[in-house]
């Protein structure tokens, strides 16, 4: 019998309608569009508006037009794994609402939280559930309303991150197609640069926390520039000398869309050119753990069976790594 491995067969995507200009935050903050653009690369993000709108809803659009695109059921999913760091509560996790707003009656279901890594955690977690046989088809969704946890009035964070997310449904393969490795790696003492500071059990809301306007996402730019840029860039060119792929084997580089200079910096580490590279972050801004699936989605037609791509992510935390995948199908 043929090893088993765990192929994505479907991918798809949601973004809210709203989208939030540069020429608009504008008016919010004292920035400039072209400030933001060349120190990020974003033009543009989506956003979220509704009354009790969370991440569920967002991954529910984005489960149902995946279970649409295959022609199977909610019913059929053994497994969904939730990957966000905006869960609509802090229980029950994201996850179980997702199942249940879309009939996902068969599935168990729970969160991981690795930032922006959170994907590829989640990927890689799912595909052991499949390589051992124990289920056929597992979800993973990759989903997060920033916009619940930032400071409108604080520019170093408000002009990157937007809302939105996408999933992939995993099955068996005997191909020899699907994810072939994986690196994760990670390194809490970096949490001092990059977290939320209250709303947790070390520091619960109070009304102390909330006037001190500690229940957003607290970020020192240059720290964390300086870690993505060589860690994300390094586990990309690992995963590829560990497999021995050279840059002309590689047919696209999948990353996070956190900046575009540590983007270019991770294509130019593992010699790949710019038409390699799938770059949404002008649009959608950084979604979290959703740039990953979203890229996956707008470049799915692309997309053809035995590509090699690499995924590479690198989020609060510490948390990166990158995945080796061979893609299983043509559009």
């Known amino acids: 019998m043929s090893k088993i491995t765990a192929a994505i067969t479907a991918v798809n995507g949601y973004v809210?309608?709203?989208?939030?200009?540069?020429?608009?935050?504008?008016?919010?903050?004292?920035?400039?569009?072209?400030?933001?653009?060349?120190?990020?690369?974003?033009?543009?993000?989506?956003?979220?508006k509704g009354e009790g709108k969370g991440s569920s809803d967002m991954g529910?659009?984005?489960?149902?037009?995946?279970?649409?695109?295959?022609?199977i059921s909610p019913e059929e999913i053994d497994l969904l794994i939730c990957c966000t760091v905006t869960a609509d509560y802090i229980f029950p996790a994201t996850a179980n609402l997702i199942t249940d707003k879309i009939g996902a009656k068969n599935a168990f279901s729970y969160d991981l939280n690795a930032a922006c890594s959170g994907f590829l955690y989640g990927l890689v977690t799912a595909s052991k559930f499949v390589e051992s046989g124990s289920h056929k088809k597992v979800v993973v969704v990759g989903v997060d309303k920033m916009s619940s946890i930032i400071d409108y009035e604080d520019r170093t964070t408000c002009i990157i991150f937007g809302d939105g997310g996408?999933?992939?449904?995993?099955?068996?393969?005997?191909?020899?197609?699907?994810?072939?490795?994986?690196?994760?790696?990670?390194?809490?003492?970096?949490?001092?640069?990059?977290?939320?500071?209250?709303?947790?059990?070390?520091?619960?809301?109070?009304?102390?926390?909330?006037?001190?306007?500690?229940?957003?996402?607290?970020?020192?730019?240059?720290?964390?520039?300086?870690?993505?840029?060589?860690n994300m860039a390094d586990v990309s060119a690992e995963?590829?000398?560990?497999?021995?792929?050279?840059?002309?084997?590689?047919?696209?580089?999948?990353?996070?869309?956190?900046?575009k200079r540590i983007i270019d910096a991770t294509a130019r580490r593992m010699g790949v050119g710019d038409e390699k590279v799938m770059l949404n972050i002008e649009r959608y801004g950084n979604t979290?753990?959703?740039?990953?699936?979203?890229?996956?989605?707008?470049?799915?037609?692309?997309?053809?069976?035995?590509?090699?791509?690499?995924?590479?992510?690198?989020?609060?935390?510490?948390?990166?790594?990158?995945i080796w995948i061979k893609w299983a199908y043509n559009s």
């Open 16 to 48: 809210p309608d709203y989208v939030l200009t540069n020429k608009e935050l504008e008016t919010m903050i004292d920035t400039t569009d072209e400030w933001i653009t060349s120190r990020t690369g974003i033009k543009e993000r989506r956003i979220l």
């Open 166 to 230: 996408g999933a992939v449904l995993l099955e068996p393969n005997e191909e020899g197609l699907g994810i072939q490795d994986s690196i994760l790696k990670s390194d809490g003492s970096g949490f001092q640069h990059l977290h939320q500071k209250a709303g947790g059990s070390a520091y619960p809301p109070s009304l102390e926390t909330v006037k001190s306007k500690l229940h957003y996402v607290y970020q020192e730019g240059q720290s964390v520039f300086k870690f993505a840029v060589t």
């Open 239 to 259: 995963i590829m000398e560990k497999n021995k792929l050279t840059a002309d084997d590689v047919a696209w580089l999948v990353p996070h869309q956190a900046n």
């Open 60 to 71: 529910a659009k984005a489960v149902e037009g995946l279970c649409k695109k295959r022609g």
């Open 288 to 322: 979290t753990s959703g740039t990953i699936p979203l890229c996956l989605w707008e470049w799915e037609k692309q997309l053809k069976k035995g590509d090699n791509i690499i995924l590479a992510a690198f989020g609060g935390g510490f948390t990166w790594g990158s």
